[in-house]
């Protein structure tokens, strides 16, 4: 299933083994956007089964930062008992604002593989 | 009238400003200037880093303006919103009306981003995004401190006209080398 991308929000592509989110996010309500992630995710991840969240973002807002934050946290406390979920992120080689807002994602997490990812 | 119109466009030209916007901002209107201003910054900075950093600056500004500004049309925040080059980059400036309660509340917040270290505000950042936005924030209470964290350095200041009070809020990002527009 794809949530295509808008000017304002990344395209969104959910497959049973993950979930991508692609461009640049900084939505007018930003729960409008987040909505049917969460819903997916609460469906598509079992405490067992292989699941990949990955994430290309060019830019976004410190709303969206937020929700971010919130997601990884989730996933952080999923991942204490799904050994088998991970997160890439994934950034533009020569973009240090999001390698930054990668690695201080990165900081505070527990139990998720969390890794960083250059595009070059 | 037509006096006014060359000072406008002798006085933006002056100043290195190459973006303007005033007037009501929605984010239906934020929608369309964005994509102006990233086809803008395009053109004046091949730097990924920097463009990422002013088009940030310019968002929350923006965004500050429609949910908060005190002149408001028909669910649109009335102020304005320009992005212009220096001589070490860029500086973006927003103005728009506040209340006298929000006055209080936006210098507070920002006197106090102003004494942080970059470690300060990373801290502050953390703490903030943890903890969620305060009461009466409408996004998630991070973009002064996104702002200050982001840019090179911001200021701000408060003017009294007539019954209302106008709000200037500016932010300097560095940039070896801002246009040859510039020039």
Sequence with gaps: ?120 | MNNKSIQLHELMLARGTFFCYAGPLSEQVLTSISAVVREQLTDAQTDLSIKNTVFSIFIEQAQNIIRYSGARLEGSGVGSVSISHTDSGFMLESVNEISLADKERVEQVLRELKEMDASELKSAYRQRIKSGPPRGSVGAGLGFIEVARRSSSFDYSFEQRENKTLFLYRGWVAAAKASAFSS
Aim: charged share 30%; glycine share 2%; proline share 4%.
């Design chain 1, 1 to 120: 299933m794809i949530i295509p991308a808008t000017s304002r929000t990344p395209e969104v592509t959910f497959t049973a083994e993950g979930c991508t989110i692609k461009g640049e996010c900084y939505p007018e309500d930003i729960s409008e956007f987040s909505a049917p992630i969460i819903k997916h995710l609460d469906n598509d991840l079992t405490e067992s089964n292989p699941y990949s969240v990955e994430i290309e973002l060019y830019y976004f807002n410190s709303s969206s930062a937020k929700f971010f934050f919130d997601l990884f946290e989730s996933l952080d406390e999923s991942a204490a008992v799904n050994k088998q979920l991970k997160v890439i992120w994934k950034y533009r080689e020569e973009d240090d604002t999001m390698l930054d807002a990668g690695e201080e994602f990165q900081e505070d997490l527990q139990n998720l593989k969390f890794s960083l990812e250059a595009l070059v």
